[in-house]
């Protein structure tokens, strides 16, 4: 049962930093040797995991190879291999060492038209080569306004995973980011994460049974050090996908911190 320290439940905790289209191959370079220094220096029970962009995936694999860092790509293409210019699939992130795999980010459903159907497809393909998914669902502003942002975010999950072989519940992670919190510097409050947290938990059941509450759902949007222990304190929040402020190492290795604290 959840007494406030939820490491010692057995549960995961992740902090996940998505690094999305910054940072150049020194940039990157510089950002894992300050993280690899801060968490050398402060080793911690978190799951740490960063996601930097496609070319430097290997780079980052070999810089953090027994660092205690897990290197995630941001999306791959749902086919293992074939005529697709541009795209990259499992099986190639797997060949690189990569742990993670982001699926059905805002940014890939807004610009680039992911659907549902598709991230499910992709988590298929994570999964038979061993990758995790972190499978991304949230609600626009006007979406919340209207009270729909449970049955989007049900919808969401449902149509994702539905049909998937019951061994990827055990390996998928969920990330909750409301779409309007995400870079926005608006935060979902707590209860608000809170409450989320809880629907998702139990649509998980629904989907995956018992086994839903082995995992782990982290929360983006906007979240960081100063906002980050009273919302990761939700007894249904196992974490935070972080975008701005996973680009600054301070600010990066505070939440995680933070995350591996004994929650009040
Ligand atoms: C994200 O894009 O996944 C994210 C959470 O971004 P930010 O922290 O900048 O809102």
Known sequence: ?????????????????????????????????????????????????????????????????????????????????????????????KSVGISHCIVGHSERRQFFGETDEAVGRKITALDRVGITPVLCCGEQREERENGRHFDVVATQLHTALAGQDPKVFARTVIAYEPVWAIGTGLTASAGQAQEMHAFIRSELVKIAGEGAHEMPILYGGSCKPDNAAEILAGPDVNGGLIGGASLDPASFLEIVRIADAPMP
């Open 1 to 93: 049962m959840y007494d406030g320290v939820k490491h010692l439940c057995g549960m995961r905790t992740i902090i996940a930093g998505n690094w999305k289209m910054h940072k150049d191959k020194a940039g990157v370079a510089d950002l894992i040797t300050r993280l690899v220094a801060g968490v050398r220096s402060s080793p911690t029970r978190v799951e740490v995991v960063i996601a930097p962009a496609f070319p430097f995936l290997g780079m980052a694999v070999s810089m953090s190879f027994g660092e205690g860092l897990h290197v995630a790509a941001q999306n791959c293409h749902e086919e293992p291999d074939g005529a697709f210019t541009g795209e990259v699939s499992a099986p190639m992130l």
